[in-house]
């Protein structure tokens, strides 16, 4: 997956503060997706992206923030961190060409 | 909105056995694009195999294959001769196409264990 790099991949914060996860991509891909992880569960679509300028929310938003200024870059920022974002999030990207899926490492938040 | 249901959070096989693990899915649409993945500990996830709609051959990979009944809205997952390397979260995920794009949503995920 050395395709998508999210950065950082470790982080414990304390509520009521704010963090921005970077995630980047230099394939050239218009979808991009940020995804959480909670223990023992699925992924939960948080936001996601169709190109440059244009997000759209998921299953779960609340409590996040993203934009999409370039094609590589989809930073998803956190407001008020809130115990219940402590999670794993995931940044993803689409080649259209072939339908793949490219993942990054994840991103462990905790949230004290 | 479009949704995927895996409704067996754990499933055991013994080593060198075949498994299934069940996938449901509901759409409106006609053409989307269906995936397994694989998850283990360390959390990368790994594509086992993937499924376009309009295609009415099952996808293989290996010792993996699929069973893709369109009209009953299902995808599950066979592992054939199971190994040890096997045990992981898999996790069924669903994509729309055309404008739909955008929706890519994953089931809760089977935890699957490999027994030597």
């Known amino acids: 997956n050395a395709g998508v790099t999210q950065t950082p991949k470790f982080r414990i914060l304390k509520i009521g503060q704010s963090m921005t996860l970077q995630c980047a991509q230099d394939?050239?891909?218009?979808?991009m997706y940020w995804y959480r992880q909670d223990p023992g569960m699925g992924l939960k679509l948080i936001y996601y992206?169709?190109?440059?300028?244009?997000?759209d929310k998921g299953e779960v938003p609340n409590g996040y923030n993203v934009s999409r200024s370039t094609t590589e870059d989809f930073p998803l920022r956190l407001e008020l961190a809130a115990p219940s974002q402590t999670s794993v999030y995931f940044c993803?990207?689409?080649?259209?060409?072939?339908?793949?899926?490219?993942f990054g490492e994840g991103s462990w938040l905790t949230v004290v | 909105a479009q949704t995927v249901t895996q409704s067996q959070p754990e499933m055991s096989v013994q080593e060198a056995e075949t498994v299934t693990l069940s996938c449901t899915y509901d759409t409106s649409e006609s053409d989307y694009y269906l995936f397994w993945y694989k998850q283990p500990p360390s959390r990368q996830m790994i594509l086992v195999i993937r499924q376009e709609a309009y295609k009415q051959q099952n996808a293989t990979e290996n010792r993996f294959s699929v069973n893709f009944q369109k009209a009953a809205k299902s995808f599950s997952l066979k592992i054939s001769d199971s190994q040890l390397g096997d045990a992981a979260m898999y996790f069924c995920a669903y994509r729309g196409y055309g404008g739909s794009q955008g929706n890519l949503i994953f089931g809760k995920g089977t935890k699957l264990s490999v027994k030597p």
């Open positions: 993803a990207s689409i080649y259209e060409g072939t339908n793949t899926i490219y």
């Open positions: 992206s169709v190109g440059a300028g244009i997000t």
């Open positions: 394939m050239n891909h218009n979808y």
